[in-house]
């Protein structure tokens, strides 16, 4: 099975307006643009010179994919010479053929040694990973290894890296022959496997799937500084999930035994997974269904926490409106979905297949954001109904009735702030482009670059009187925010706490001080400035229970007292 790939969504250039609020948003608010690549399957490869970008080149099929230090797409496909690896130059919008094996066999040559003739073998479901200092690194999947023993492909268990300014492959760990169990400490052969890079030069891999029916639950962190591999979880008494309480850490917690998951990293280090195909039987032939669950990893911890999704084995998605992110709504149990991750740990997810009632599924083709701090999913383009055809329009022209249609298998990328790339899936080459990614910005009344958190409005780009920063404690006073030399406190003639913060059931707000007999209003906001709760008659000293009602995720708590306005942040598990 080829690699499934997954701020707020996009507005097309041609757009007479530059804003678009969360309550007017529509489908019109964004466009794909057809921009490379072919409207048919199964297409010839155009390969031109090695290493140089023209506007003719084209790959076939994608597999596997990296992203370097540009942002530039780097994929490996199945062409003529094998496994072929090829760049899309954002610059200059073209493909260039980079190299290709000789043969659908790898070259492996000398373990750790990088050699021109070194090719990773023909294979799909491998696990891809780019390190910190911009090399790709590639794992396992199916495919073919050095030889043709047996029936000539198998599961793998090679460790490979690749250089991109040297254009080198070394083979450093694994075996060279497929269908090799395991070296002492090393993972196994599998294909499917979830990986994520963390901000140590530490490369993770976990679960996957051996001899299409050995669902694996084993996480491994490979060094790259000691070239070793280390067993870090392997949950054996069940392959089974335990989800515990949803928001809380446990040592016990774990998705189980898992395949061909979506895994990202957010910019505090923490591993994070959703979807894939979970294991729910126990058996020699274990009962698999795509989760919805989103989990996060813990690494000073080592403990998992299920973040959001549910249980349910045949969730349908719950829609609500385009551009408006909610607890109620997410994509629901699907599998082959397209995915990518932005720079702030938000997850893209497009299409795959997924149930349409409990008991039908189709191929989807529609766009989803999560967002990892507060923790709701944005539904932001496509159709609700299944198994939609492409429409392609005129290369090079944003449309919006464009689409790339349901498919499952392909690339999705995020290359800077507002792009958003889909390449491929079910056969094909094309390229899509989704116009700029819609940004967060806040109120700033006072001018002083920082912004109220609780007023944010969505945009393209800046707009007057609204910045990116969101971290102003008085909106009121230039004088007063972060850093500056008056101290935020200094404006509130009162105290608030807000215990314990974050909170798993109910909230307590306690008030001291303030202008005497006189009462405070306590309004709590959700992320989207809605109201979710209200207290107009406080007292200095008396406390506020609120919060059990709440879902999951971030929300605002302001506090007003006559012309004194104060915003506390509270995170409800």
């Known amino acids: 099975m080829p690699e499934k790939f997954a701020s707020r969504l996009a507005l097309t250039s041609c757009l007479a307006f530059t804003l678009i609020t969360a309550s007017a948003q529509t489908d019109t608010a964004s466009a794909w643009t057809w921009i490379h690549g ?33 942002t530039n797409l780097w994929i490996m496909s199945q062409g003529s010479h094998g496994n072929e690896l090829w760049k899309y130059d954002r610059t200059v919008r073209q493909w260039a053929f980079i190299k290709g094996a000789v043969s659908d066999l790898g070259v492996y040559g000398s373990k750790g040694i990088a050699d021109p003739a070194n090719f990773p073998g023909t294979r799909s479901g491998a696990t891809t990973w780019v390190d910190v200092n911009g090399n790709f690194w590639l794992f396992g999947g199916v495919g073919h290894s050095s030889n043709r023993d047996g029936n000539g492909f198998g599961d793998l268990s090679d460790l490979w890296m690749y250089n991109p300014h040297l254009n080198l492959w070394t083979w450093m760990a694994g075996d060279k022959v497929h269908n090799f169990t395991a070296y002492p400490n090393e993972p196994a052969m599998r294909e499917g496997a979830t990986g994520w890079a963390d901000n140590n030069n530490n490369l993770w891999l976990m679960g996957g799937v051996q001899n299409y029916f050995s669902y694996r639950n084993d996480l491994w962190r490979y060094s790259i500084a000691d070239n070793s591999w280390t067993l870090v979880r392997n949950t054996t008494t069940s392959p089974g999930a335990v989800f515990g309480q949803q928001g809380v850490s446990s040592p016990v917690n ?13 910019p505090d280090n923490n591993l994070w997974m959703y979807s894939g195909d979970m294991v729910f039987g126990e058996s020699s032939r274990p009962v698999t269904q795509p989760s ?51 720079k702030h740990g938000n997850l893209f997810v497009y299409g795959g297949k997924g149930y349409l009632t409990a008991t ?60 958003v790339y889909l390449m491929g899936g079910a056969q094909k080459n094309d390229l899509w482009k989704l116009t700029a990614v819609l940004k967060t910005f806040y109120a700033d009344n006072d001018g002083d670059g920082y912004g109220d958190p609780s007023r944010p409005r969505y945009a393209v780009a800046g707009l007057p009187g609204y910045v990116a920063n969101a971290d102003d404690c008085n909106d009121h006073n230039a004088s007063m925010y972060p850093g500056s030399a008056i101290p935020c406190e ?84």
């Not at 999913?377 to 022209?397: E, H, L, N």
Request: glycine content about 12%; proline content about 5%.
């Open 360 to 419: 039908e599924t189709g191929n989807k083709a529609d766009l989803w954001k999560f967002d990892a701090g507060t923790r709701q999913w944005t539904w932001i383009k496509g159709s609700q109904q299944a198994d939609q055809s492409p429409v392609y329009g005129q290369r090079g022209v944003a449309g919006f009735s464009n689409t790339p249609g349901s498919r499952a298998g392909g690339l999705l990328w995020v290359a800077n702030e507002g792009e």
């Open 38 to 70: 072919d409207a048919g399957i199964a297409q010839p490869a155009v390969y031109g010179t090695a290493g140089t970008p023209a506007p003719a080149n084209k790959p076939g099929d994608g597999q596997m994919r990296w992203l370097d230090t540009a």
């Open 254 to 266: 774990t998705p189980g035994a898992i395949a061909h998951a979506i895994g990202w990293t957010d």
């Open 490 to 573: 200094a404006i509130y003639s009162f105290t608030a706490r807000i215990s314990p913060n974050p909170c798993t059931d109910a909230c307590r707000l306690l008030i001291q001080g303030g202008k005497q007999n006189e009462p405070f209003e306590v309004r709590v906001h959700d992320f989207q400035h809605l109201l979710r709760g209200q207290k107009k008659q406080l007292f200095a000293g008396e406390s506020y229970q609120f919060g059990s009602n709440l879902r999951a995720g971030y929300y605002f708590v302001e506090i007003v007292q006559g012309d004194e306005r104060k915003v506390m942040k509270l995170l409800k598990l």
């Open 292 to 342: 919805n669950a989103i989990w996060k990893y813990t690494i000073s911890t080592n403990q998992w926490t299920w973040v959001a999704g549910d249980q349910l084995l045949t969730r349908p998605a719950s829609y609500g409106q385009l551009n408006i992110s909610s607890p109620d709504i997410q994509p629901g149990n699907r599998s082959g979905a397209l995915w990518a991750a932005d």
